[in-house]
């Protein structure tokens, strides 16, 4: 089990020192002077990632861990963790009420849009945050909970230094566009774990699709949470420069991943990702219990996005990031994919005959969701290194949790390490797989 934060003391404490910064009285802490938010690379590829195990807190797999990016909406959760550290701690209750003032109004959307001087429900706010990505309540309960949203914005800073969040400065309660605010892959899975280990009786927001308010339907923006069996949360977020993000979990077989994907180039390219590295992350984690050492780079076929963010028609919990615009490096696209038949005869169109296999060794050159993208990875493969696979033949394995490897089949030891060598030098993924 994991150990409760004293957070009634730690917050004491914390507004203490916020409160005594707000007046000019201390300077920033040396962690909170050192977060490197100015010396982000725009030359750099936005896309970074991470998986953990949610019980151990193991990294299972990261690419760009510990870059700086603009978390955007998934900023959220550290407003909804500080929500929740109020609700058990007595000084905030679910049916206390959260007040709009002429600040929070004055948020861009995507918001709730209640005039000054109304007022919502925490759980109502809670919703909202969690569902709609609504910036004006997050601004509200920043105000309620902290005084103002920069007092709270500060205690949000320290908060996530006491979690472990070394590369992480908040700036406001809401995500929306701010150059100074920022975090990465790793600081937002670590906050993620600390919400659902600290807070369990209330992480079931993050689950909800949608709720009902003043007569109106109100649907979220977290299509995992339908189209993935045991993909319960958290936090979506969107602006120009940070691209698509998205903090996730699932549950599979008992066992809890969490993955972190921020700089994706649209809302579909993100959710495959992650799904991909859960689907993945569960494989390995079976396959491991067996006795098998394997990794998700070993097993994972990612294309990363390239190219100009594919916006939406309507924006994802963000307002637009103006003045700040992101670049991603311009790495020439693949050839595109050709289904090819290893026996099929080209030039007459009739079946030729089968190779002779020349050994009992193979290599996996990926794991995916679908049958079908497995046999594309096979033909992509086949076209790019078909000096090492020529003889060998293609093939798709089903796994468990509904994956499919793909693998080609019949070579020799030499000929199989020959092929990884190859292929893992061209930054694609290959293991080499021993006869059984």
Known sequence: MFAKLTSVRSALAALGIVGAMVCGLIVPSQASAQIPY?????????????????????????????????????????????????????????????????????????????????????????????????????????????????????????????????????????????????????????????????????????????????????????????????????????????????????????????????????????????????????????????????TIAANLYEDEPTGPIMRPSTEEGDGDQAGLKIVLTDNPKPPPLIKVSPTMNAAKGKPAPAKKAKGEWGVQVGAFKSKSLANEQIALVRSRFAKFVADAEGAVEGAAGGTFRAQFQGLTADAARGACRAITAKRQPCMVLSPS
């Open 38 to 294: 100015l010396q982000m690379n725009a030359a750099e590829p936005k896309y970074a990632a991470i998986v953990i195990d949610a019980n151990s807190g193991e990294m299972l797999y990261d690419k760009r861990a510990d870059s700086p990016r603009y978390p955007a909406s998934v900023t959220k959760i550290m407003t909804l963790y500080l929500t929740f550290e109020a609700l058990s701690e007595g000084r905030l209750k679910l049916t206390d009420r959260v007040p709009i003032t002429s600040h929070a109004a004055a948020q861009a959307p995507t918001k709730l849009g209640l005039p000054v001087g109304d007022s919502v429900s925490v759980d109502e706010a809670i919703r909202a945050m969690t569902v709609k990505s609504a910036n004006d309540i997050a601004v509200a309960m920043a105000e309620k909970l902290g005084g103002s949203e920069s007092r709270f914005a500060a205690l949000m800073t320290l908060r996530g230094q006491e979690l472990g969040m070394r590369n992480s400065r908040f700036v406001n309660a809401s995500g929306l566009p701010d150059s100074r605010q920022i975090s990465t892959a790793r600081d937002l899975a670590i906050l993620s774990r600390a919400t659902m280990r600290d807070f369990p009786q209330y992480y079931s927001y993050f689950s909800i699709k949608g709720f009902e308010f003043r007569g109106r339907y109100i649907a979220g923006h977290n299509r995992l949470l339908t189209n993935m069996p045991g993909f319960d949360g958290l936090k979506t977020g969107y602006t120009n420069a940070s691209g698509y993000n998205l903090a996730g979990s699932a549950v599979r077989d008992g066992r809890r991943l969490i993955a972190v994907v921020l700089g994706g180039s649209s809302t579909a390219w993100r959710d495959n990702n992650m799904e991909d590295l859960l689907t993945t992350g569960f494989d390995v984690l079976k396959r491991r219990s067996h006795g098998e050492r394997t």
